[in-house]
């Protein structure tokens, strides 16, 4: 809008009509406005008017000015609009869009006229501006003719301008989506622009409203109808979720061009906010999985970034990432496990194999992506990578506690294969430590890991280096105190090899590898008391007795019990056709070292020669007699069954397709249930004593506190080390109970109470 430049006029020295009548002074002074208003400004003398108005003021007729003054510009407005605007209004918005643009051309050029005649009322009564309207604070005579306009002409044909501003931007909208370009002339922006102007300078109500009309009234209107306009008058007919997608991305980057060429940048912002919020929270809702599917499935970085940025909404963040969770969790689903293999720990160590390979390939994809923006804003202050492995971490935790006890056990067997591999790789072992974290029973991961860990060692299936890797690995990975007893085992293989060197060499008259071991590090509760009873071969019961000998000399503090059941023994043999290193329990073997004076012995007399019970060593025969795998020894009778008058000799004609051969022993299913019951026995043990130790911490400073909440508290404690369930609770609380650490209320069993 060009104003003319204001016009400065000096205070009068003589004033004229200083005591005329207003009503007189008033005829003069709208004479010179109707010069103003009929365009002949060059027959205005600005000196006279100005004089006038001036001794109007001092003679206090300034409420009756400014009264007439408005009524004046009101009359001219309103005939100026019945004139020139009326005739231009379209009947209806159906008519065609030349009228429409003709209307708002008109309502254009009006205003800009009507202002500079505003302007010009304005600089005659820049005194009465100065004196009166400033010191009664109402408005001087330019924001009057403002009002004026505002009351006399945009709001009576507010609708009209209206609904014909936005009828032209949705026709925009129409031929811009066929053409994806700009489709309105340089002239046309100018009107609209000049419009958005007009609606920004004068205010949105008539009490002095702070908004502007087109805050006020015009922006919620064109947000809303915008809306309306991308919800309704968009045919999502014959798209896939991709072209969908594509087509949405084409619209919003044509509004924000169209836009922020025609309005402020804050309407802008708003618009593209809410025509981008339409789409999310209506059909880009409805194909949101399947475009995740195609994201994932693809593994296409820049469609998953577009998904990210294309809105900041919570809601729709949270939906993206589920979505990913889910597909990532249903695509660990897929894994299958091998459960024909009569070798679980392959079967284990393949599955496992399987799930970090996925999971590799998550987490570089979705770091590629830079799919972190998207995370909800909970995780905002855990970094870029931190909150892609939160995803990731639900996933595989989710996944995990499908079946919590299978997963930690099956991840200790993947260690386990790894380890007692010729060349283990710290690389993939690596891998597999990091999900560790995402584990629920970390704690039978830990039981399962020590007794593998276990017979690692004392079968010599590893090396101390690699172990003492993986124990540093799970340390970082889940704390010390997982791996206190770990370190522990270890700390004892190295203690019993500085004591193998303290034997006198002429002792060594065979290869003896004792291993000394602290009994509350090792997972071995249930040790058979005949170990001490046993009759041994007169070569081992003397390395027994230096051995013996020489640990009390450095340790003369410590009892040395020998654990017989735990050794394992290697014997050299050639048999007939071919000669094999025969590796067996210690049990196992001192069966077959009898035979070494005698080719033929009963069972009654093997047990006389070794002091092995019965079971035991019934069961022993069994393996190395009756078990068709191995049979290095013969009986007779032939029979499945084992009897004390039975006789045995060594199988000379044994043969095996390599020389070293390790002899299982047989295991009853019995044994195998009784095993794993004692183990969940101790896991629920030690389960009770670390809930114990949560429950008192806890109700030690609160000192009463209710059944759930206890509960509650009590999970998250040890959450980190297990899912604490209601069973394990109540047993704590009751041995809590019956150790007077803690009282019910009588009056409420749902209270506890601490006792000091």
């Known amino acids: 809008m060009a104003l003319s430049k204001r016009i400065k006029i000096t205070v009068p020295q003589v004033l004229a009509n200083s005591n005329g009548k207003f009503s007189d002074s008033w005829l003069v002074l709208k004479e010179g406005l109707d010069k103003i208003y009929t365009d002949c400004i060059e027959d205005v003398s600005y000196q006279d008017l100005y004089k006038l108005v001036y001794s109007l003021v001092i003679n206090e007729n300034g409420e009756l000015l400014y009264k007439h003054l408005k009524e004046y510009l009101v009359e001219r407005l309103t005939s100026s609009m019945v004139e020139t605007l009326m005739p231009e209004i379209p009947p209806n918005q159906e008519e065609g869009l030349e009228q429409t643009w003709t209307f708002l051309i008109k ?12 302007k010009l009322v304005a600089d005659v009564m820049i005194y009465f501006d100065k004196v009166y309207c400033n010191a009664q604070r109402i408005p001087e005579v330019f924001d009057l003719g403002l009002n004026a306009f505002r009351d006399t002409v945009v709001f009576p044909l507010k609708d009209n301008l209206n609904e014909s501003i936005i009828k032209v931007i949705n026709n925009a909208r129409d031929e811009g989506q066929i053409k994806r370009s700009f489709v309105l002339e340089a002239v046309q922006i100018s009107v609209l622009k000049s419009l958005f102007h007009m609606m920004e300078t004068i205010s949105a109500e008539k009490n ?32 896939t979720a991709l072209q969908t997608f594509e087509k949405m991305g084409a619209m ?26 339409t789409f999310v929270s209506g059909k880009l809702k409805d194909i949101l999985g399947e475009l995740i599917n195609e994201v994932m499935t693809s593994k296409d970085r820049t469609l998953l970034q577009r998904l990210s940025s294309i809105s900041e909404d919570e809601e729709y963040r949270r939906d993206l990432v589920e979505g990913v969770k889910d597909y990532i969790s249903r695509d660990f689903y897929s894994i299958k496990l091998d459960e024909v293999t009569r070798k679980k720990a392959i079967a284990a160590a393949k599955w496992v194999s399987d799930l970090v390979e996925k999971f590799e390939q998550y987490s570089s994809f979705l770091k590629g992506a830079a799919f972190a923006e998207s995370i909800p804003s909970n995780t905002a202050n855990e970094g870029h990578s931190s909150s892609i492995a939160s995803v990731l971490g639900d996933a595989t935790s989710n996944f995990f506690a499908d079946d919590p006890m299978q997963s930690a056990q099956f991840v ?29 029973e970390k704690d039978e991961f830990v039981n399962v890991y020590k007794q593998q860990l276990s017979r690692r060692l004392l079968h010599q299936r590893t090396t101390i280096d690699m172990e003492r890797y993986m124990i540093n690995r799970i340390k970082d990975e889940m704390g010390s105190f997982f791996t206190l007893k770990l370190e522990s085992m270890l700390r004892d293989v190295t203690t019993s090899s500085e004591l193998l060197k303290s034997l006198p060499e002429h002792e060594k008259q065979f290869e003896f590898i004792p291993q000394v071991l602290t009994m509350t590090a090792w997972p071995f509760q249930n040790l058979n008391d005949f ?22 000399k450095k340790y003369n503090q410590r009892v040395l019990n020998w654990a017989h059941k735990l050794g394992l023994i290697e014997i050299s043999y050639r048999f007939e056709k071919s000669s094999h290193d025969l590796a067996m329990s210690f049990y196992a073997g001192l069966i077959f070292l009898a035979f070494e004076e005698q080719d033929e012995l009963t069972t009654e007399k093997l047990q006389q020669l070794t002091n092995l019970p019965e079971q035991e060593l019934v069961k022993q025969l069994v393996t190395l007699a009756v078990a068709p795998r191995y049979r290095i020894l013969l009986k007779e009778p032939n029979t499945k069954t084992i009897r004390m008058t039975d006789t045995f000799r060594v199988n000379e004609r044994y043969t095996a397709a390599t020389k070293s051969v390790r002899i299982q022993t047989v295991i009853s299913p019995n044994t195998i249930s009784n095993a794993v019951q004692d183990k969940n026995s101790q896991l629920d043990k030690e389960r009770t004593i670390v809930t114990n130790a949560a429950i008192v911490r806890i109700l030690k400073p609160s000192r009463q506190m209710i059944f ?30 019956d150790k007077e650490y803690v009282q019910r209320d009588p009056n409420d069993h749902e209270v506890y109470h601490y006792i000091t």
């Open 252 to 277: 919003i980057k044509f509004e924000k061009a169209f836009m922020e060429g025609l309005i402020n940048p804050d309407s802008s912002h708003k618009l593209i906010d809410i025509l981008t919020n």
């Open 708 to 737: 759930d909440d206890l509960f509650d508290q009590a999970k998250k404690l040890v959450e980190q080390r297990f899912t604490l369930t209601k069973q394990t609770f109540k047993r704590s609380i009751d041995h809590l109970i």
């Open 531 to 552: 170990d001490a009873d046993l009759i041994l071969p007169r070569e081992l019961q003397k390395v027994k007795e230096n051995l013996e000998v020489a640990y009390n």
């Open 412 to 440: 200790s067997l993947y260690f386990d294969v790894q380890l007692k591999a010729s060349k283990p790789s710290k690389a993939e072992l690596g891998n597999v430590v990091m999900l560790l974290k995402f584990l629920s």
């Open 208 to 239: 002095d409203d702070p908004n502007h009309f087109y805050t006020g009234i015009f922006e919620p209107l064109l947000i809303e109808r915008s809306s309306e306009y991308y919800r309704n008058n968009v045919d999502w007919t014959d798209y």
């Open 107 to 118: 309502f254009d050029q009006f205003f800009e006229r009507e202002a500079k005649r505003f």
